[in-house]
């Protein structure tokens, strides 16, 4: 059963929101991008958010920048909307298009027009371009970086100003393994500072060990707001996994006994429908052997999956 609309109370949430969304909506002719989309970003807490392609995060996101004005509904950044914000990098840092940068403009010197704009003082810049390391790349240009060092030089963007809330838009894209787990460090320790992080990324896998909270959202509406150990619950439901070389055997010993059995790899399968003590006793009086009994527990990935499969738009087709 997918999860819900969560009611939990976390001890972040019961703090002020630092992001808060209200039933947004936004229409370009006739499509409907984002449909009374309401949900909260707390400090302390690294908030996912996540849906399919064309879900409406990206508009979303750009309501929350003002980047785009929406028909209804509201986007609050500390409390005001973005546009009233007399220095935004204070308040909120963001990184949506790490390609965005003039390709022409050295690191230093297009983090050092971000700090004039905003008031912020030269030495800022150093010292974020240190922190994302590239210390060693602050002559180079925007259009001589890779795609990893130019997401770093947007993340350094989006500390500048040392605010308290984040916005990133797949902010792991193009970095090296290194990179990734710096990333995750980093997003983890922002966080504990007491930062509000809103992460937007396609990465379940990466978004399982960074993630406190998770918003999802399918053609334009709330699907989902919870936790994440509330959506892998939810997903793993009362399912048991059965290791046993006897895979055929023991299929057909569960199924007779009344459960629903799926094979997940060469010795391993996944049981619904029956507790750890009725598979033992199926599987004992049909002289099946096997060498392992444990709860089920599902990936992220396979909790999305399952939670959004009707709310995907572009849907490709299986494959042979």
Not at 44 to 65: Q, W
Not at 97 to 126: C, E, F, I, K, Y
Not at 203 to 218: F, K, P, Q, R
Not at 255 to 279: K, Q, R
């Amino acid at each position: 059963m997918a999860p819900t609309t969560s009611t939990t109370t976390t001890a972040a949430s019961t703090t002020d929101p630092s992001i808060e969304v209200r039933g947004l909506r936004k229409t370009y002719g006739s499509t409907v991008a984002v449909d009374g989309l309401t949900f909260d970003v707390h400090p302390g807490e690294v908030t996912g958010f996540v849906g399919p392609n064309g879900s409406g995060k990206s508009t979303t996101m750009r309501a929350i920048l003002g980047l785009d004005r929406p028909d209804a509904g509201s986007a609050l950044v500390g409390g005001q909307a973005y546009r009233t914000l007399r220095r935004p990098l204070t308040v909120l840092g963001a990184l949506l298009d790490a390609g965005a940068v003039h390709p022409g403009r050295r690191a230093r010197d297009h983090l050092r027009w971000m700090a004039q704009s905003n008031g912020l003082p030269a030495r800022r810049v150093d010292e974020v371009l240190d922190q994302v390391g590239l210390a060693s790349a602050t002559r180079r240009r925007a259009g001589d970086l890779s795609l990893g060092m130019r997401q770093r030089l947007g993340v350094a963007a989006a500390l500048l100003g040392d605010p308290p809330i984040l916005l990133l838009d797949e902010p792991v894209n193009g970095l090296d393994p290194e990179g990734i787990a710096w990333m995750r460090d980093l997003l983890r320790a922002l966080a504990a500072q007491g930062r509000a992080v809103l992460l937007s990324s396609h990465l379940m896998s990466e978004l399982e060990g960074i993630a406190d909270h998770l918003v999802v959202i399918g053609r334009g509406r709330l699907v989902a707001d919870t936790t994440v150990r509330e959506m892998v619950a939810a997903a793993s439901q009362a399912r048991v996994e059965v290791r046993t070389i006897h895979k055929a055997a023991a299929m057909a010993a569960l199924a007779n006994a009344g459960a629903t059995v799926a094979a997940v790899a060469d010795d391993l399968l996944t049981v619904d429908g029956l507790d750890s003590a009725a598979i033992a006793s199926a599987l004992g009086a049909a002289g099946v052997a096997f060498s392992e009994l444990r709860p089920h527990r599902a990936s992220l990935e396979a909790a999305y999956m399952e939670l959004t499969r009707d709310h995907a738009e572009f849907a490709a087709t299986e494959p042979a």
